[in-house]
């Protein structure tokens, strides 16, 4: 593995840190607050190329790989972890599985509208009775000639109601039987497919989380995506990608609570000297370091096989698991760090703290990483 950063990589991060910076910074508390969902930032990163970040060029996205994807995610992440779970789950999850598993005639037609942020993108496979088990959905696409017809309710989807296209993950076999789901493309727009229930969350309140309904949704076989029956077994290759993404927003979350701690302690005066200077505070901040470059390391590992398209099952999970548990130690001692300011919605840890929960949650637990990682080493 390369560990120094190539011109291209850095630039980019630069792009992302930039944007971060003059876009983002200003309003995270204000979005945080209201539960606004900022549609239009996405907007405006689809025109820098960074919602379309691993799309090659011939299909308008920008062509780069999985090391440069991972520094965007963790430079937005640094000052806003929900900007950052929004932007992972455009670009891994919705984008990421038409590009891994539409045919040519879907990846011209839906590519270039996602890494524009023309349209957005959300991926549905959680359910309110599946979540780890997802392969026990009751969400079903029946056929009817040359349609299908899906009913069922996912849950917990990220642009549930403001995605403009989704991916969905039904069942069209039956229940507790291999091979039994198969994925679609649904549009907004199509009749028995709406929005539901937004949720009204401890932290990455400005993505939005959302209910899909579909009912008696009837959609075309040509928005089927691969072979019937092949849904889960995607859905399995495409999370492998979205834990490199959610590996990268810890390690973005946990360096942005990190700097500010570090800041913090020199400027904080305690017994007539900063608290940096009390070795309870300075093991504190050698410990976050060390454990944020562990993740980091994992982090580039994983981006580094993906690349290469090399297996990476285990090495995806071992990231998302070690870094998401490292956004949430390094987000609580950072809270510490601040002491009752940090407590408040003054100082910038509380947030990151509330963020970093998300991280050993979403796209698989921490339980379910482990159980990922054990499977591939004991076969
Ligand atoms: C903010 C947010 C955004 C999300 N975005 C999306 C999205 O865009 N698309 C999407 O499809 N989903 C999305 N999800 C859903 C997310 O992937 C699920 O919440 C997650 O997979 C866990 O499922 P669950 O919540 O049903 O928990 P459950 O599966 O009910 O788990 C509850 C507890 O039981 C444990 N557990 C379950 N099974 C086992 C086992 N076999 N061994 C040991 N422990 C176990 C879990 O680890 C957990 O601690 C999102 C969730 C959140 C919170």
Redesign the pocket.
Known sequence: MEFQQQEITVQVAQTARDFARQHIKPYVMQWDETQEFPIQVFREMGKLGLMGVLVPEEYGGSGLGYLEYVAVIEEVSKVCGSVG?SLA?HNS?CTGHILQFGNEEQKKKYLPLLASCEWLG?????E???????GNMRTTAVRDGDSWILNGT???????ISGDVAVV?ARTGEPRTSGNSTAFIVERGTPGFSGGKK?N?L??RA?E?AEMIFDHCSIPDSQRMGDVGDGFKQALKVLDGGRISIAALSVGIARGAYEASLQYSKERYQFDQPISHFQGISFKLADMITEIEAAELLTLQAADLKNKKLPVTKEAAMAKYYASEVAVRVSTDAVQIFGGYGYTKDFPVEKFYRDSK?CT????????Q??VIARQILK
Request: charged share 20%.
């Open positions: 779970l789950a999850l959300a991926w549905g496979l959680t309110p009775n599946t979540g780890s088990d997802a996912k849950n917990w989807i990220t642009h549930g993950i949720e969350k932290g990455m993505s989380t998300l949650i979403g796209e698989g637990t921490s339980e379910i482990k159980t």
